[in-house]
């Protein structure tokens, strides 16, 4: 007799008694259970799926199994002829998951002539220039700095990548105006640090500078 227990947790992550499409071990075994036993919902589904193969029992392939796990053939049955190797040799032929190892020479060499034009237009392509605008304060020692002289100075600074803009006086109190300029810089050749050490070598005339404000373009 058929263990349906056994049988029944065999086919909860399986559809068939063997391999992956019904055979004689489906038909044996179908017909030792003989009706779909409803307390064993997942022998009772394959039973009733196994039931719509009944025309076609005598012509389904044959399929290795343990016979002891569900039970013996009767006596005088012929055993399941077990499948043909050789089919089993196309099936596997038909899947390739991993590709051949005999790969096409001219298809490998068009796809490296692509690879390395890809490669080549990409290096080509010009970068995207980053640039900042910053709001730049200059503060004097007192009212009677010559601003004038102080962004004359100022402005004689040149570094690549950056350009001065406007400038205007802006009170701070006590009579004393702050120069506040605005500037473009190209963010990966200007530092603006090195830019305030270089305004505030001008000892003269500049006290302090500060970055007021800064914005991407």
Same mark, same amino acid.
């Given at each position: 007799?058929?263990?349906? $227990? /056994?049988? +029944?947790?065999?086919?909860?992550?399986?559809?068939?008694?063997? %391999?992956?499409?019904?055979?004689?071990? *489906? @038909?044996?075994?179908?017909?030792?259970?003989?009706?779909?036993?409803? /307390?064993? /919902?997942?022998?009772?589904?394959?039973?009733?799926?196994?039931?719509?193969?009944?025309?076609?029992?005598?012509?389904?392939?044959?399929?290795?199994?343990? &016979?002891?796990?569900?039970?013996?053939?009767?006596?005088?049955?012929?055993?399941? &002829?077990?499948?043909? &190797?050789?089919?089993?040799?196309? !099936?596997?032929?038909?899947?390739?998951?991993?590709?051949?190892? +005999?790969?096409?020479?001219?298809?490998?060499?068009?796809?490296?002539?692509?690879? %390395?034009?890809?490669?080549?237009?990409?290096?080509?392509?010009?970068?995207? @220039?980053?640039?900042?605008?910053?709001?730049?304060?200059?503060?004097?020692?007192?009212? !009677?700095? *010559?601003? $004038?002289?102080?962004?004359?100075?100022?402005?004689?600074?040149?570094?690549?990548?950056?350009?001065?803009?406007?400038?205007?006086? @802006?009170?701070?109190?006590?009579?004393?105006?702050?120069?506040?300029?605005? #500037?473009?810089?190209?963010?990966?050749?200007?530092?603006?640090?090195?830019?305030?050490?270089?305004?505030?070598?001008?000892?003269?005339? @500049? /006290?302090?500078? +500060?970055? %007021? &404000?800064?914005?991407? #373009?």
């Amino acid at each position: 007799m058929v263990d349906l $227990k /056994q049988l +029944d947790q065999h086919l909860q992550n399986n559809s068939y008694v063997d %391999a992956h499409n019904p055979s004689q071990a *489906d @038909v044996f075994v179908y017909k030792q259970v003989g009706s779909a036993p409803a /307390q064993y /919902q997942n022998v009772s589904r394959w039973f009733n799926h196994i039931s719509t193969f009944k025309d076609q029992f005598d012509v389904l392939g044959g399929g290795a199994f343990a &016979a002891s796990l569900y039970g013996s053939a009767p006596a005088g049955s012929a055993p399941a &002829a077990p499948a043909p &190797a050789a089919e089993s040799k196309e !099936e596997d032929d038909d899947v390739d998951l991993f590709g051949s190892d +005999d790969e096409d020479p001219e298809a490998e060499r068009i796809k490296s002539e692509r690879v %390395a034009m890809y490669n080549e237009k990409k290096s080509k392509k010009p970068k995207t @220039v980053q640039k900042s605008v910053v709001t730049f304060d200059v503060k004097p020692w007192d009212n !009677e700095t *010559d601003m $004038k002289k102080l962004e004359e100075n100022m402005r004689s600074i040149e570094i690549d990548g950056l350009t001065w803009g406007l400038s205007k006086l @802006v009170p701070v109190g006590y009579g004393v105006n702050k120069l506040q300029v605005t #500037l473009v810089v190209e963010d990966e050749k200007v530092g603006l640090e090195e830019l305030q050490e270089q305004v505030e070598a001008d000892e003269d005339h @500049v /006290q302090s500078t +500060d970055i %007021a &404000a800064m914005q991407k #373009l």
